[in-house]
T-cell receptor, first 111, second 115 residues
């Protein structure tokens, strides 16, 4: 079945440093979504990418969808303590309602 | 908009007891998902409803788990009898479409501890 892998599992950065998490699917995805879960909280939708090679930005966050639609990345520029949390990618295969979540990358930011 | 509402927020029960988790999706959403989150297994989809009809329950661990959606504004997830390995955070999420291509809105979750 479809698998979505995410690396790294953990990342501990100094405030102001950049951060990147990578997501790889075993199959081609129709779209990919990113969610953020704060400690003790619930996943919150950040963005969805649909097109091959698509790049979207939200302030200091940059999201990319690979050309083959099998991988994606989230890059945070100049991290802040408010960025702390676990970032999940989640993908759909074509014609599937099922959103398969990656294992998540937990980001810790030292002030 | 109140968002997805779940109750209870915390549940502590003894092994063998019945547990019922409740969810009220966002008004107007036609898809509802139940997930389980643990450190070991991450976020797992348990069951998916579309227009109150269960579409896929292949993620339900075993017969001890059952879910219902009697109407568009209410769903339950029941575990009977509960076991310690059922301890997890259970999330309900709702979405606006039936193809899953729209974002899912998660509730705050129910933290279940079975002793």
């Amino acid at each position: 079945g479809q698998q979505v892998m995410q690396i790294p599992q953990y990342q501990h950065v100094q405030e102001g440093e950049d951060f990147t998490t990578y997501c790889n699917s075993s199959t081609t995805l129709s779209n990919i979504q990113w969610y953020k879960q704060r400690p003790g909280g619930h996943p919150v939708f950040l963005i969805q990418l649909v097109k091959s090679g698509e790049v979207k930005k939200q302030k200091r966050l940059t999201f990319q969808f690979g050309e083959a639609k099998k991988n994606s990345s989230l890059h945070i520029t100049a991290t802040q303590t408010t960025d702390v949390g676990t970032y999940f990618c989640a993908g759909h295969e074509d014609s599937s309602y099922k959103l398969i979540f990656g294992s998540g990358t937990r980001l810790l930011v030292r002030p | 908009d109140a968002g997805v509402i779940q109750s209870p927020r915390h549940e502590v029960t003894e092994m063998g007891q019945e547990v019922t988790l409740r969810c009220k999706p966002i008004s107007g959403h036609n898809s509802l998902f139940w997930y389980r989150q643990t450190m070991m297994r991450g976020l797992e989809l348990l069951i998916y409803f579309n227009n109150n009809v269960p579409i896929d329950d292949s993620g339900m661990p075993e017969d001890r788990f059952s879910a219902k959606m009697p109407n568009a504004s209410f769903s339950t997830l029941k575990i009977q009898p509960s076991e310690p390995r059922d301890s997890a955070v259970y999330f309900c999420a709702s979405s606006l479409d039936d193809r899953g291509s729209y974002e899912q809105y998660f509730g705050p979750g129910t933290r279940l501890t079975v002793t």
